[in-house]
Protein backbone atom coordinates (compact mmCIF):
# COMPACT_ATOMS: atom_id res chain seq x y z
CA UNK A 1 0.00 0.00 0.00
CA UNK A 2 2.82 2.23 1.12
CA UNK A 3 4.56 1.74 -2.46
CA UNK A 4 1.61 2.39 -4.45
CA UNK A 5 0.95 5.52 -2.59
CA UNK A 6 4.00 6.84 -3.33
CA UNK A 7 3.76 5.56 -6.74
CA UNK A 8 0.77 7.55 -7.12
CA UNK A 9 2.16 10.66 -5.42
CA UNK A 10 4.87 10.32 -8.53
CA UNK A 11 2.21 10.50 -11.20
CA UNK A 12 0.42 13.22 -9.62
CA UNK A 13 3.39 15.36 -9.11
CA UNK A 14 2.65 18.68 -11.19
CA UNK A 15 5.51 20.29 -13.23
CA UNK A 16 6.35 23.77 -13.61
CA UNK A 17 6.94 25.67 -16.41
CA UNK A 18 8.56 29.10 -16.53
CA UNK A 19 6.95 31.39 -19.18
CA UNK A 20 7.24 34.96 -20.07
CA UNK A 21 4.98 37.86 -21.33
CA UNK A 22 5.84 36.87 -24.98
CA UNK A 23 3.90 33.17 -25.90
CA UNK A 24 5.39 32.75 -29.13
CA UNK A 25 9.25 33.67 -27.84
CA UNK A 26 8.34 30.93 -24.71
CA UNK A 27 5.71 28.35 -26.61
CA UNK A 28 8.87 26.16 -27.21
CA UNK A 29 9.73 25.61 -23.16
CA UNK A 30 6.26 25.08 -22.87
CA UNK A 31 5.37 22.56 -25.93
CA UNK A 32 8.99 20.44 -24.45
CA UNK A 33 7.07 20.51 -21.06
CA UNK A 34 4.12 19.18 -22.58
CA UNK A 35 6.01 16.46 -24.69
CA UNK A 36 8.02 15.14 -21.76
CA UNK A 37 5.26 15.52 -19.14
CA UNK A 38 4.51 11.42 -19.07
CA UNK A 39 0.77 12.37 -17.73
CA UNK A 40 1.97 14.86 -15.32
CA UNK A 41 -0.23 17.76 -14.65
CA UNK A 42 1.07 20.92 -16.02
CA UNK A 43 1.64 24.45 -13.57
CA UNK A 44 2.46 27.74 -15.52
CA UNK A 45 4.49 29.91 -13.78
CA UNK A 46 4.84 33.31 -14.77
CA UNK A 47 7.03 35.74 -12.41
CA UNK A 48 5.39 39.41 -12.73
CA UNK A 49 8.30 42.87 -12.57
CA UNK A 50 5.52 45.05 -11.93
CA UNK A 51 6.10 48.51 -13.86
CA UNK A 52 8.37 50.99 -11.50
CA UNK A 53 6.71 53.62 -13.80
CA UNK A 54 3.45 54.33 -14.75
CA UNK A 55 1.94 56.25 -17.75
CA UNK A 56 0.27 59.39 -16.72
CA UNK A 57 -0.39 62.27 -18.94
CA UNK A 58 0.91 61.45 -21.76
CA UNK A 59 4.48 60.60 -19.64
CA UNK A 60 5.98 58.05 -17.80
CA UNK A 61 6.24 58.39 -13.63
CA UNK A 62 7.83 56.69 -11.14
CA UNK A 63 5.33 54.93 -9.07
CA UNK A 64 6.00 55.79 -5.54
CA UNK A 65 4.95 59.82 -6.84
CA UNK A 66 1.75 58.88 -8.26
CA UNK A 67 -1.63 58.74 -6.44
CA UNK A 68 -2.99 55.33 -4.89
CA UNK A 69 -5.58 55.45 -7.44
CA UNK A 70 -4.28 56.33 -10.19
CA UNK A 71 -1.24 53.40 -8.83
CA UNK A 72 -4.66 50.90 -8.16
CA UNK A 73 -6.39 51.13 -11.08
CA UNK A 74 -3.01 50.58 -13.93
CA UNK A 75 -1.69 47.67 -11.57
CA UNK A 76 -5.47 45.68 -12.21
CA UNK A 77 -4.71 46.26 -16.02
CA UNK A 78 -0.81 45.26 -15.54
CA UNK A 79 -2.72 41.97 -13.82
CA UNK A 80 -5.51 41.04 -15.95
CA UNK A 81 -3.10 41.73 -19.36
CA UNK A 82 -1.41 38.83 -17.34
CA UNK A 83 -3.96 36.79 -17.11
CA UNK A 84 -4.93 37.19 -20.86
CA UNK A 85 -1.38 35.79 -21.77
CA UNK A 86 -1.43 32.66 -19.01
CA UNK A 87 -5.11 32.29 -20.08
CA UNK A 88 -3.44 31.39 -23.81
CA UNK A 89 -1.23 29.37 -22.29
CA UNK A 90 -3.29 27.21 -20.81
CA UNK A 91 -5.06 27.14 -23.89
CA UNK A 92 -2.51 25.45 -25.76
CA UNK A 93 -2.14 22.70 -22.68
CA UNK A 94 -5.65 22.22 -23.30
CA UNK A 95 -5.41 21.68 -27.24
CA UNK A 96 -2.36 19.37 -26.41
CA UNK A 97 -4.41 17.33 -24.42
CA UNK A 98 -2.61 18.01 -21.05
CA UNK A 99 -3.77 19.24 -17.83
CA UNK A 100 -2.51 22.54 -16.92
CA UNK A 101 -3.14 25.38 -13.85
CA UNK A 102 -1.71 28.84 -13.77
CA UNK A 103 0.46 30.69 -11.05
CA UNK A 104 1.80 34.01 -10.90
CA UNK A 105 4.17 35.79 -8.79
CA UNK A 106 5.35 39.19 -8.32
CA UNK A 107 8.73 39.95 -7.55
CA UNK A 108 11.02 42.57 -9.22
CA UNK A 109 13.89 39.83 -9.83
CA UNK A 110 12.62 37.02 -11.94
CA UNK A 111 15.43 34.74 -11.17
CA UNK A 112 14.82 35.51 -7.58
CA UNK A 113 11.13 34.89 -8.09
CA UNK A 114 11.78 31.66 -9.24
CA UNK A 115 14.05 30.26 -6.71
CA UNK A 116 11.74 31.83 -3.63
CA UNK A 117 8.63 29.83 -5.59
CA UNK A 118 10.84 26.56 -5.63
CA UNK A 119 10.94 26.92 -1.93
CA UNK A 120 7.59 28.00 -1.15
CA UNK A 121 6.12 25.56 -3.01
CA UNK A 122 8.45 22.65 -2.47
CA UNK A 123 8.74 21.69 -6.39
CA UNK A 124 10.33 19.12 -7.47
CA UNK A 125 10.17 19.12 -11.11
CA UNK A 126 10.74 22.07 -12.98
CA UNK A 127 11.62 23.87 -16.56
CA UNK A 128 13.25 26.37 -17.80
CA UNK A 129 14.70 28.24 -20.84
CA UNK A 130 18.81 27.92 -20.63
CA UNK A 131 18.65 31.50 -23.43
CA UNK A 132 16.72 32.93 -25.59
CA UNK A 133 15.80 30.80 -29.03
CA UNK A 134 17.70 33.47 -31.34
CA UNK A 135 20.93 32.11 -28.89
CA UNK A 136 20.17 28.26 -29.84
CA UNK A 137 22.93 26.63 -31.72
CA UNK A 138 23.90 22.47 -32.01
CA UNK A 139 26.65 22.63 -30.30
CA UNK A 140 25.31 24.84 -27.51
CA UNK A 141 25.61 22.85 -23.92
CA UNK A 142 26.11 25.68 -21.03
CA UNK A 143 23.23 27.89 -19.88
CA UNK A 144 23.79 31.48 -21.69
CA UNK A 145 20.13 33.02 -19.76
CA UNK A 146 22.14 35.13 -16.14
CA UNK A 147 18.29 33.77 -14.52
CA UNK A 148 18.99 30.37 -16.02
CA UNK A 149 22.45 30.56 -14.02
CA UNK A 150 21.42 31.87 -11.03
CA UNK A 151 18.20 29.35 -10.54
CA UNK A 152 20.77 26.55 -11.21
CA UNK A 153 23.03 27.62 -8.81
CA UNK A 154 20.56 29.30 -5.86
CA UNK A 155 17.26 26.62 -6.37
CA UNK A 156 16.85 23.75 -3.43
CA UNK A 157 18.85 20.48 -4.55
CA UNK A 158 15.50 18.93 -4.07
CA UNK A 159 14.48 20.35 -7.31
CA UNK A 160 15.15 18.71 -11.08
CA UNK A 161 15.04 21.42 -13.47
CA UNK A 162 15.42 20.95 -17.53
CA UNK A 163 17.22 23.86 -19.19
CA UNK A 164 15.94 24.00 -22.67
CA UNK A 165 16.30 26.22 -25.72
CA UNK A 166 14.04 26.62 -28.98
CA UNK A 167 12.59 23.15 -28.12
CA UNK A 168 16.17 21.38 -26.99
CA UNK A 169 17.16 20.00 -23.99
CA UNK A 170 20.32 21.78 -23.06
CA UNK A 171 21.10 20.79 -19.56
CA UNK A 172 20.00 19.31 -16.32
CA UNK A 173 20.40 19.58 -13.18
CA UNK A 174 19.20 16.14 -11.22
CA UNK A 175 17.60 16.63 -7.72
CA UNK A 176 19.81 15.26 -5.14
CA UNK A 177 17.32 13.31 -3.31
CA UNK A 178 18.73 10.57 -1.90
CA UNK A 179 19.43 11.79 1.82
CA UNK A 180 15.92 13.30 1.93
CA UNK A 181 15.11 9.83 1.36
CA UNK A 182 17.42 8.24 3.34
CA UNK A 183 16.39 10.33 5.94
CA UNK A 184 12.70 9.22 5.61
CA UNK A 185 13.33 5.69 5.80
CA UNK A 186 15.78 6.49 9.23
CA UNK A 187 12.73 8.19 10.85
CA UNK A 188 10.44 5.36 10.27
CA UNK A 189 12.80 2.78 11.15
CA UNK A 190 13.27 4.70 14.29
CA UNK A 191 9.42 4.28 14.76
CA UNK A 192 10.02 0.59 14.16
CA UNK A 193 12.78 -0.21 16.14
CA UNK A 194 13.44 2.70 18.61
CA UNK A 195 10.55 4.12 20.26
CA UNK A 196 9.31 0.41 21.86
CA UNK A 197 12.41 0.68 23.84
CA UNK A 198 12.73 4.08 25.27
CA UNK A 199 10.85 5.01 28.36
CA UNK A 200 7.98 6.81 28.19
CA UNK A 201 9.20 9.38 30.84
CA UNK A 202 12.31 9.80 28.08
CA UNK A 203 10.10 10.37 25.55
CA UNK A 204 8.44 13.16 27.19
CA UNK A 205 11.83 14.78 27.95
CA UNK A 206 13.07 14.59 24.89
CA UNK A 207 9.59 16.04 23.29
CA UNK A 208 10.18 19.18 25.32
CA UNK A 209 13.37 19.61 24.78
CA UNK A 210 12.72 19.70 20.87
CA UNK A 211 9.98 22.25 21.94
CA UNK A 212 12.86 24.54 22.76
CA UNK A 213 14.69 24.11 20.31
CA UNK A 214 13.83 23.26 16.52
CA UNK A 215 17.84 22.83 15.60
CA UNK A 216 19.11 20.63 18.24
CA UNK A 217 20.35 17.34 17.06
CA UNK A 218 21.73 14.54 18.76
CA UNK A 219 25.26 13.12 19.56
CA UNK A 220 26.24 9.93 20.29
CA UNK A 221 28.86 10.65 23.07
CA UNK A 222 29.52 7.34 25.73
CA UNK A 223 32.95 6.06 24.13
CA UNK A 224 31.71 2.37 25.51
CA UNK A 225 28.69 2.14 23.52
CA UNK A 226 29.18 -1.18 22.64
CA UNK A 227 30.54 -2.63 26.19
CA UNK A 228 30.08 -5.93 27.42
CA UNK A 229 26.76 -4.42 29.23
CA UNK A 230 25.20 -3.28 26.22
CA UNK A 231 24.78 0.26 27.30
CA UNK A 232 24.73 3.04 24.96
CA UNK A 233 23.95 6.89 25.96
CA UNK A 234 22.47 9.59 23.34
CA UNK A 235 22.79 13.10 24.18
CA UNK A 236 20.82 15.79 23.27
CA UNK A 237 23.00 18.85 22.93
CA UNK A 238 21.43 22.08 23.16
CA UNK A 239 22.68 25.02 20.59
CA UNK A 240 21.27 28.10 22.13
CA UNK A 241 22.13 29.57 25.11
CA UNK A 242 21.42 26.51 27.49
CA UNK A 243 24.91 24.03 27.19
CA UNK A 244 23.59 21.44 29.68
CA UNK A 245 23.11 17.63 28.23
CA UNK A 246 20.49 15.84 28.62
CA UNK A 247 21.07 12.15 28.42
CA UNK A 248 18.93 8.90 27.41
CA UNK A 249 19.86 5.67 28.60
CA UNK A 250 19.67 3.20 26.16
CA UNK A 251 20.47 0.34 28.10
CA UNK A 252 19.71 -3.27 26.40
CA UNK A 253 19.43 -1.83 23.35
CA UNK A 254 19.96 -4.30 20.23
CA UNK A 255 23.34 -3.62 18.20
CA UNK A 256 21.18 -2.89 14.99
CA UNK A 257 19.27 -0.58 17.04
CA UNK A 258 21.87 1.39 18.04
CA UNK A 259 23.90 1.50 14.43
CA UNK A 260 21.14 2.66 13.60
CA UNK A 261 20.87 5.98 16.05
CA UNK A 262 24.34 6.48 14.58
CA UNK A 263 23.30 6.73 11.18
CA UNK A 264 20.40 8.87 11.64
CA UNK A 265 22.36 11.22 13.62
CA UNK A 266 25.19 11.90 10.99
CA UNK A 267 22.62 11.93 8.14
CA UNK A 268 20.50 14.74 10.36
CA UNK A 269 23.83 16.76 11.17
CA UNK A 270 24.98 16.58 7.99
CA UNK A 271 20.78 18.25 6.48
CA UNK A 272 20.71 20.88 8.98
CA UNK A 273 24.62 22.08 7.88
CA UNK A 274 22.62 22.26 4.42
CA UNK A 275 19.80 23.86 5.18
CA UNK A 276 21.69 26.27 7.70
CA UNK A 277 24.18 27.27 5.02
CA UNK A 278 20.62 28.24 2.75
CA UNK A 279 19.33 30.22 5.62
CA UNK A 280 22.63 32.24 5.89
Same mark, same amino acid.
Given at each position: ???? !? ?5 ? #? ?9 ? *? ?9 ? %? ?25 ? /?????? #? ?17 ? %? ?75 ? /? ?12 ? *???? $? ?23 ? !? ?7 ? $? ?8 ? !? /? ?8 ? %? ?17 ? %? #? ?24
Amino acid at each position: MEEE !AASNQIL #DEKIYVAVGRN *VWKNISNLLWA %LKNSQGNKICILHIHQPSPTIPLLGTR /FEASTV #DEESLRAYREKEKAKIDKI %LQKYLSICLYKGVQAEKLCIEMDSIGKGIVETIYQHRIRKFVMGAAADKHYSMKMEDLKSKKANFVNQQAPATCQIH /FTCKGNLIHTREAR *VDEV $RALSVLLSEFQRLVLPQISSGSLEE !AASLNGQSS $RSSMDIISSD !A /FSNTGRAEVT %LSQHQDDSSSQVFSCRGMR %L #DVINFLIKSTLLWQKLTIQNNEHSE
